[in-house]
C-alpha cells in the first residue's frame, strides 16, 4: 500500500478513535455512557454511508470529480477517481485523435474503403473514394445492402466466397460504364470485410496500347524478316567457302527472329480473344502428332513415351490447344539432356481430365516457379539462347488454358526433372467419338 493512502487511512481511524472517545467521555460525565457511545457510532456509521451514497450518485450520473484537497480515506478515494477520470479523458482524446488520423487517412486514399458486415453484407462505413468510385453517398447508404447497392457488379457470388474471393479484375464501376475496377476483397476481423477498388482504366488503356504496340510491330517486321530469310535460303554456304559460317548463322538468328514475331503475334491474338471454339479436339490423333513433333525434335537423343489413359476427348480449339501441348513438349525436349526421356500422359481425374508433360532434364529451381509463366522470363539466358527459345511458350500455353477455363500446374526439382500438367473442368470432357460432354460419373 502506498505510504499517502496508509496515511489517509492511519488518520480516519484516529479520527474514528478521537469521535468515540470524546463520546465515551461525554456519556460517563452524562451517566449515559454506553447509550452515548451508541448513538455516536449510529451518527458515524451514517455519516459513512451518506458519503458512500454520494460516491455511488456521482459515478452513476457519470460526473466530473474535482480533486480533494484535505486527507482521509474519502478524500483520498476522490482524489484516485479524479485522477482516474482524468487518466480515461487522456486516452479518450488520443483515441479520439488516431481515429480522426486514420479516417483522415483512409478519406485521402485514392482507393474506395468501404467496410461491409460480414453477415448481413451491409455497409457499415466507406470513405470519399467510394462515392466517385462507386457511386455511394453519406448518409443515405450507410446500412444498405452492398450487392443491391452496387448493381450491376456481380458481387453475390464473390462476397460468398469470402477468404477464398480472388481479385475481380476490370470491372465496370456502377457510377460510370466507361470506368473499369479492380475489387479486393479483405476479411480483416470475424465481424467485417474491407471492400477495396481502384480504378485501372488508365493502366487497362496503356496494356491496350502495349499489345496493340506489340501486335503492329511485330505485324510489320513479318514482312521484311521473311523476305531475309528467303534471300538467305537461296544462298548456298559451298558457294561462299570464306562466308559459310557467317551465312549458316545468319540463318539461324533469322529464322529464331522469324519464330519470335510469330510467338509475339500469336499471344497478342490470344490476349485479345474473349472466347474460344467449341470443336471436337480428337485427342488420339492429337497425341500421335505429339509424339511425332518430340520425336523430330529430338532427333532420336530422348526416349520419348506419351499414354493415352483417359479414353475422352476436350471441348475447345483444336488449333490453339495443340500449340499449347506443342509448346510443353518441345521444351521438354529442348531442356533435357540427350539419352533422357519425355513422357506425355492424358489420364482423366475426378473432375475432369489431365494432359502432363515429364521430362527428365535440368529442372527448374523453386524460386523461379512463381513467374516461369511470365513472356519474356527465362531461368537461365544462355541455356535459352543455346536452345532457340523465345521465352514466350509458356506464356503462351497459360493464355490457352485461361481461355479453356482450364489451369497449368508446374512440379520441379532441379537435376530430377519437372513436370508440366494441364488441368481442364469436366465441362471440356466429352466422350470419345462423340459431341456430348462426359457426366461427372464417367
Not at 486527507?71 to 482516474?84: F, K, Q, V
Request: proline share 4%; hydrophobic share 40%; with cysteine.
Amino acid at each position: 500500500m502506498p505510504q499517502h493512502i496508509r496515511s489517509a487511512w492511519f488518520k480516519t481511524l484516529g479520527t474514528l478513535a478521537l469521535i468515540l472517545s470524546t463520546a465515551l467521555v461525554l456519556g460517563l460525565i452524562a451517566g449515559h455512557a454506553w447509550m452515548a457511545l451508541a448513538l455516536t457510532s449510529l451518527g458515524v456509521l451514517a455519516w459513512h454511508y451518506w458519503r458512500l451514497r454520494r460516491v455511488l450518485q456521482r459515478l452513476t450520473a457519470r460526473q466530473r470529480w474535482e480533486p480533494a484537497h484535505s486527507n482521509g480515506a474519502w478524500n483520498e478515494l476522490d482524489r484516485l477517481l479524479y485522477r482516474s477520470q482524468a487518466e480515461m479523458r487522456a486516452r479518450k482524446r488520443r483515441l479520439l485523435d488516431m481515429l480522426r488520423t486514420y479516417r483522415a487517412a483512409a478519406a485521402a486514399l485514392p482507393d474506395a474503403v468501404v467496410v461491409v458486415d460480414r453477415n448481413s453484407q451491409r455497409v457499415q462505413w466507406f470513405n470519399e473514394a467510394a462515392g466517385s468510385l462507386l457511386g455511394l453517398l453519406y448518409p443515405g447508404d450507410l446500412g444498405v445492402s452492398v450487392v443491391e447497392r452496387l448493381q450491376p457488379l456481380p458481387l453475390a457470388h464473390w462476397l460468398a466466397a469470402g477468404r477464398n474471393a480472388e481479385p475481380m479484375l476490370d470491372a465496370a464501376s456502377p457510377l460510370d460504364p466507361d470506368m473499369r475496377l479492380n475489387l479486393r476483397l479483405i476479411p480483416y476481423s470475424d465481424d467485417y470485410w474491407l471492400l477495396v477498388a481502384r480504378d485501372v482504366s488508365k493502366l487497362l488503356r496503356l496494356e491496350q496500347v502495349r499489345r496493340d504496340f506489340v501486335a503492329n510491330v511485330s505485324h510489320e517486321l513479318r514482312t521484311p524478316l521473311t523476305v531475309v530469310h528467303g534471300y538467305l535460303d537461296m544462298l548456298d554456304p559451298e558457294d561462299f567457302p570464306d562466308s559459310g559460317p557467317m551465312l549458316v548463322e545468319m540463318r539461324k538468328q533469322s529464322q529464331r527472329m522469324a519464330q519470335l514475331v510469330e510467338d509475339l503475334l500469336t499471344l497478342s491474338r490470344l490476349e485479345s480473344q474473349e472466347d474460344i471454339g467449341e470443336e471436337h479436339v480428337a485427342m488420339a490423333p492429337m497425341l500421335a502428332t505429339l509424339r511425332r513433333e518430340a520425336e523430330a525434335y529430338s532427333q532420336g537423343r530422348h526416349t520419348i513415351e506419351v499414354k493415352d489413359e483417359a479414353g475422352c476427348d476436350l471441348l475447345g480449339s483444336n488449333k490453339e490447344l495443340h500449340s499449347a501441348f506443342s509448346n510443353l513438349v518441345t521444351n521438354a525436349v529442348r531442356y533435357t539432356p540427350a539419352g533422357g526421356t519425355v513422357t506425355v500422359t492424358f489420364a482423366r481425374e475426378r473432375d475432369g481430365a489431365e494432359l502432363a508433360v515429364r521430362d527428365s532434364g535440368y529442372g527448374i529451381p523453386a524460386s523461379h516457379l512463381p513467374r516461369i509463366t511470365e513472356r519474356f522470363y527465362r531461368v537461365s539466358s544462355s541455356r535459352s539462347r543455346e536452345s532457340g527459345g523465345t521465352g514466350l511458350g509458356l506464356s503462351i500455353v497459360k493464355h490457352v488454358l485461361g481461355l479453356h477455363q482450364a489451369r497449368l500446374e508446374i512440379e520441379s526439382e532441379v537435376g530430377k526433372g519437372s513436370e508440366f500438367s494441364c488441368h481442364f473442368g469436366n465441362a471440356r470432357v466429352i466422350a470419345r467419338d462423340s459431341a456430348a460432354p462426359l457426366s461427372r460419373s464417367a
